[in-house]
């Protein structure tokens, strides 16, 4: 039975849902916060804030994007243990964020949204979840991100297997990899990260490789106390190591989106890498990739390669046939006999917003208008859905640089939309016209890109590039820097 739960806000407070509290819930509660609402109600299907910082947890889970950048500009920590901080501190971030600004008390822990429609006659939203309440609501932000459900592979004999077998964002603590023979499928951002940590534990380690990533070097390091005292004692100092990453980040994006000099330049600094990391020339081979330097995301790591040339090692690049009870069959004929597999294949990202229901105006069904692929004005607002709200939506990843800058644009965008529909008491919706005029621009931008170059995570099944956005971070701040009242209409 479903109960429904009243709005305690009037048009002069509107009620508020959030979906998640990662890096964009949380910085979408902070911000309407400081504006002053507080008539906040956010889901999380978790028993603790922190988005995928909460849910990964394997071997060497951590950030590729310094500590300094991949944090909140008003939140700037001066006493990050390291430049590119672990798992475990990034959740302990989030968590004092949460506390800090006052938004854990707004939090619904352990409930889930599983739909969500837009009621014409009253104006508002009422929010379904998987224990049975509807909550009435406003305004409807959904933070679920593009990295929150895991991608498995359709292999022919998947549910075969007899021994473990589990993804690395469902990392099973509980199988003690010491002694065992390994697979790994997937090369991607975790794999990098996790094997380099099993490999010494494991009596042999194959790793199954469709596409080499490119690989730079990691240049992490520990910060000292000296180095807290001083961005304690002189916060400017947080502003300039931010500000220089954010160049860097700016500079390696402009590498591959706007000059071949750059670019080429990234790629002859990658192969240096491999060179100097791996002495074998028919593993370097199988190693180097063989499409465009930014194609595919960029990944930093100085312990992933040499972690590939110990001899209880093995990278396979033939293409899985299928996995059977004991092992893995290849195209070859050949097969390998193991004793765990861990899925290191990434997440559906282009599957927004899933496996959530959202309906708007004339019964329209977000899932069903995002069929051939997701696409919102900027990666924000959807024509027919009337104050509803996107972080991390559609063609708002980066290639390169802090998704968390990107999060703080878009909070700060949603935060003026909703004071507009405050002030007019009228939900709010971007026009279809400028909508299709906004994702035209992109796409004939994304068209020629570098990412339409080969498979990735950032095109979806028709090969459409839904997730990223093709230009620089600073292009993006301007953009979302000032609400065009005349982009919307009131409904």
């Not at 429904?4 to 806000?9: D, E, I, M």
């Not at 068209?447 to 950032?458: A, F, H, I, K, L």
Request: proline share 6%; aromatic share 10%.
């Amino acid at each position: 039975m479903e109960v429904v739960v009243p709005a305690s806000g009037g048009v002069d407070e509107p009620k508020i849902a959030i979906i998640g509290t990662g890096f964009g819930g949380l910085a979408a509660a902070i911000e309407l916060k400081n504006a002053g609402y507080e008539d906040l109600v956010i889901f999380e299907r978790g028993d603790e804030v922190g988005g995928v910082w909460r849910e990964n947890t394997y071997p060497g889970a951590a950030c590729d994007v310094p500590s300094p950048f991949y944090s909140f500009s008003f939140g700037r920590n001066p006493k990050w243990p390291r430049r590119y901080s672990a798992q475990p501190d990034i959740l302990d971030y989030l968590r004092r964020a949460a506390d800090t600004y006052g938004v854990r008390p707004h939090v619904r822990f352990e409930t889930e949204v599983k739909a969500a429609d837009f009621d014409e006659t009253t104006g508002r939203w009422s929010v379904h979840t998987t224990n049975g309440d509807i909550t009435e609501v406003d305004v409807l932000i959904s933070a679920v991100g593009q990295l929150s459900r895991p991608a498995f592979p359709n292999i022919k004999g998947c549910n075969s297997f007899t021994g473990p077998m589990f993804h690395s964002a469902e990392w099973d603590h509980d199988v003690d990899l010491a002694g065992k023979r390994v697979a790994v499928i997937g090369t991607g951002a975790s794999a990098i990260q996790f094997v380099p940590e099993i490999q010494p534990q494991v009596a042999e380690l194959t790793l199954f490789q469709r596409t080499p990533p490119y690989v730079l070097p990691r240049m992490d390091t520990e910060f000292s106390k000296v180095h807290h005292k001083i961005f304690t004692r002189v916060p400017a100092t947080q502003l300039i190591e931010r500000g220089g990453w954010w160049g860097v980040t700016e500079a390696l994006g402009s590498a591959f989106l706007y000059s071949k000099a750059l670019s080429a330049t990234v790629k002859r600094l990658c192969r240096a890498h491999l060179r100097h990391q791996v002495k074998d020339k028919t593993l370097r081979a199988k190693l180097w990739p063989d499409y465009p330097v930014g194609c595919k995301r960029i990944l930093f790591s100085s312990n992933y390669l040499p972690s590939l040339t110990e001899p209880n090692v093995e990278v396979v690049t033939d293409g899985i046939a299928e996995i059977t009870p004991t092992g893995i069959k290849t195209a070859d004929g050949a097969t390998r006999e193991v004793d765990v597999i861990i899925l290191g294949t990434g997440f559906t990202a282009s599957d927004f917003l899933a496996p959530m229901g959202i309906t708007g105006l004339g019964g329209r069904d977000l899932r069903e208008q995002w069929s051939d692929s997701a696409r919102a004005y900027l990666g924000v607002s959807v024509p027919d859905f009337p104050n509803l709200f996107l972080m991390y939506g559609p063609n708002t990843n980066l290639g390169s640089g802090s998704i968390v800058f990107m999060l703080e644009c878009q909070a700060r965008y949603i935060r003026q939309a909703i004071t507009h529909a405050q002030q007019k008491q009228r939900p709010i919706m971007v026009r279809e016209s400028v909508a299709e005029e906004f994702d035209a621009g992109l796409q004939e931008r994304l068209v020629d890109g570098v990412w339409s170059q080969c498979s990735s995570w950032y095109r979806n099944s028709s090969g459409r590039v839904s997730t990223n956005w093709p230009g620089l971070q600073t292009e993006y701040r301007k953009r979302t820097a000032s609400f065009d009242e005349t982009a919307y209409e009131y409904v």
